[in-house]
């Protein structure tokens, strides 16, 4: 069984920054893509970022030139700087797996809040 845990979110200023950080535990045998996504009130989830188990990086144009990607074996982070109030959402992090049984799924963590406001 794999699980994720986000951590890192909260309440910021426009103009700020925040780092957010997954952790993926279990029986875990390699992770592939690593990526964040999130979902504003009223809204689909959308993705924000992924990077790849070789590095290569993805990004939304919304956050291009904001946002930075990184992962290091088991977990993935987000920093993100200059925030803007509509990059309020739940921030949810997301792994593809493969376990030591050799089971691949695709699991998510339970989000973080991430509020731009004055």
């Known amino acids: 069984q794999v699980q994720l845990v986000e951590s890192g979110g909260g309440l910021v200023q426009p103009g700020g920054s925040l780092r957010l950080s997954c952790a993926a535990s279990g029986t875990i045998a390699s992770i592939a893509d690593m990526g964040w996504y999130r979902q504003a009130p009223g809204r689909e989830r959308e993705l924000v970022a992924t990077?790849?188990?070789?590095?290569s990086a993805n990004y939304a144009d919304a956050v291009k030139g904001r946002f930075t990607i990184s992962a290091d074996n088991v977990r993935v982070y987000l920093q993100m700087i200059s925030l803007k109030p509509e990059d309020t959402a739940v921030y949810y992090c997301?792994?593809?797996?493969?376990?030591?049984?050799?089971?691949?799924?695709?699991?998510w963590g339970p989000g973080t809040q991430v509020t731009v406001s004055s």
């Open positions: 990077i790849t188990n070789t590095g």
């Open positions: 997301n792994m593809n797996v493969r376990t030591r049984s050799g089971y691949e799924s695709t699991y």
